[in-house]
């Protein structure tokens, strides 16, 4: 890792789910993350980790800026309204959504790509707990 | 890792090795060298994407767009997914070759060889290799280059397989030529039960107590 870089390799934000009022010990699932280690926060873990976290935005950006480059400021915004309006369309929150219109706008009902293959969250063997989550997002917890 | 090599430019025809089935019955091949895995599900995931691809555009695919697709996902990952892989095949614009590195980079060439074996069957292909040969001179130039590699790279080893891609379809030819011999054992190695005499034998039970015995009721409704 090339020491000089190390500015521009810091991750975007810390999670605070690691930071709770309970204890630095307590809320660490040690099985699945490892031992708690501050340079784990603040360093990505592998070469990559940043550029696929921000893949889809920067590609988004990328088709954005070329289209209203191309066809004008209008057809960008359009495009996002479509995104946000089919973002919303989701079942309830401890459900995984198919985001089948989301998927065509994209483009991505006609390819495979690894997030297909892999860790499909259809198939997730863990459920969240259905009334807390529910509770959370009507915002009565 | 598999040795394998490249088509040559018969007259509408393509010539190369592959170490598995063809993944599809299309008029274009993908081989690979490098990780084994990572070549393998690469050129898996591009042939259903090429087939996706074919299904919504309602054409017959090209070798460029595998090519394409192919490179971008190396791109993306920068090398990472470590598979050097050759992508042959006749489509309207003619039979092509392209030889894809694992950072993204390709080159189109008429003959190639990529893996551990390269330099071996390069070495044969540039020395041997006409434009326009016929469909048996290249074949067997094919088995001597891969030969060439079997024998001189520890990392390649087996038998040639060949795929010959015309504009009608691809056809595998399994098992071309097997150049290594399996070793013979000089001796017979099995060895009868009793051979080893038992001279003494003694068993120790083992005492065991239960020292708690606890029963919990399912709840059945």
Known sequence: MNARGLGSQLKDSIPVTELSASGPFDHHDLLRKGFSCVKNELLPSHALELSEKNFQ?????????????IQGLFAPLKLQMEFKAAQQVQRLPFLSSSNLSLDILRGNDETIGFEDILNDPS??????????????????? | ????????????????????PP???????????GVAADAEMTTRMAASNMELHALSTGREPRVATVTRILRQMLFRYQGHVAASLIV????????????LHPHGSYSRLPFMAQGS???AALAVLED????????????????????????GDLGSGGSVDACVITAMGAKLLRTLSSPIEPMKRLGHYRVAPGTTAVLTQTVQPLKLELLEETVQAMDVE
């Not at chain 2, 006409?130 to 001179?137: D, S, V």
């Open chain 1, 57 to 69: 935005l920067n590609q988004d950006k990328m088709n954005f800026s070329t289209l209203r480059n």
């Open chain 1, 123 to 141: 198939q997730s063997e863990l459920m969240g707990e259905p009334h807390l989550m529910v509770e959370y997002k009507l915002g009565l917890l």
């Open chain 2, 1 to 20: 890792m598999h040795p394998w090599n490249a088509p040559f430019r018969v007259p509408g025809s393509l010539v190369h090795t592959r170490p598995g």
């Open chain 2, 23 to 33: 993944s599809q019955d299309w008029c274009s091949d993908c081989c690979g060298a």
């Open chain 2, 88 to 99: 042959g095949g006749v489509d309207p614009t003619g039979p092509q070759l392209y030889g």
């Open chain 2, 117 to 119: 074996g390269q330099d």
């Open chain 2, 128 to 151: 041997r290799f006409q434009p326009n040969m016929t469909l048996e001179a290249a074949q067997g130039l094919l088995v001597e280059a891969i030969t060439a590699g079997i024998l």
